[in-house]
């Protein structure tokens, strides 16, 4: 792992960092698993009960966390799994383990919520409204101004990753696992060629915002469809390093997000404060 990256994981964890064979790095490739631990292992199907135990609310803030005899009812769990699921879920901020005391769930302000793992757990557990219009709001003040800085500052070798990955989401069927993986590698592309190091620290909680919005939509294949034109203008924009026009051209495509996402729920949001329209865009 990168320096860099280990200093992003560091920033959102708030924690000391785990060997990365405990809790790997985000990849695109791995889009289709609900988390960034490997479900295969047995503390990782332990942490993802855990957590969605505490943020469903089923176990509440300052509650003892079922035991591992308490979980054996749904799978074969070890001590060891056990202890080794709750060392990543205090590393992610959801429980704490307190001498005497025993393993709690953890107020929701202590909570690593740009952590990939959170967020895809938020997502299985409880994709609300209100959550939903949280994290695109971050995605609508991070992706602009990565678009602006990235039509300043790329590279021939950013348009050429940029341009590819626009052309897998072109080329394949809406929603297709390739499709999926080149929109991800789209907006991922977008950030590195910002350039920023700082700015890089928050592109796993966007990618994995929009990984999750894109299979909330799968079916929609007029969103998807309809959002392909508004992803080539803010590469043009970005080729033509005009910077304020790769900003407005981000902007209104994650509110357009946002409203397919909402859609897709079957969210009820159109109040006159809630509602957010579809824009139309400055090609």
């Not at 292992?41 to 089923?58: D, E, M, P, S, W």
């Not at 035991?67 to 060891?80: G, K, Y």
């Not at 920023?196 to 969103?223: H, R």
Request: one cysteine or more; a neutral charge.
């Amino acid at each position: 792992m990168s320096s860099a990256a280990t200093a992003c994981r560091a920033l959102l964890s708030g924690s000391p960092q785990w060997p990365l064979r405990e809790v790997p790095s985000m990849r695109v490739r791995d889009f289709s698993r609900p988390t960034t631990l490997n479900p295969d292992r047995l503390f990782g199907q332990v942490a993802q009960k855990l957590a969605v135990a505490v943020i469903t609310g089923r176990v509440k803030a300052g509650e003892v966390l079922p035991n591992e005899a308490d979980l054996r009812s749904d799978i074969s769990v070890s001590r060891t799994a056990y202890r080794e699921a709750v060392k990543i879920l205090t590393a992610k901020g959801l429980v704490e383990a307190r001498p005497k005391s025993g393993t709690r769930a953890a107020p929701r302000e202590r909570w690593n919520l740009l952590d990939p793992d959170v967020l895809s757990w938020h997502f299985e557990a409880d994709p609300n409204e209100r959550f939903i219009r949280d994290l695109f709001e971050l995605r609508r003040f991070v992706e602009p101004s990565a678009a602006r800085l990235a039509a300043q500052r790329r590279t021939s070798a950013d348009i050429a990753r940029i341009e590819a990955a626009y052309r897998g989401m072109a080329d394949g069927a809406p929603y297709a696992e390739q499709t999926i993986r080149a929109d991800l590698a789209f907006h991922e592309a977008i950030f590195a060629a910002a350039q920023n190091s700082a700015l890089q620290c928050l592109a796993s909680a966007v990618i994995a915002t929009l990984q999750w919005s894109l299979l909330l939509k799968t079916g929609d294949e007029q969103a998807y469809v309809e959002s392909l034109p508004d992803h080539e203008h803010v590469l043009l924009a970005i080729i033509d390093r005009d910077g304020d026009l790769a900003s407005a051209r981000m902007a209104g495509l994650v509110i357009d997000s946002l409203n397919t996402t909402l859609a897709s729920l079957g969210a009820h949001y159109a109040t006159e404060t809630g509602k957010v329209m579809r824009i139309k865009h400055t090609k």
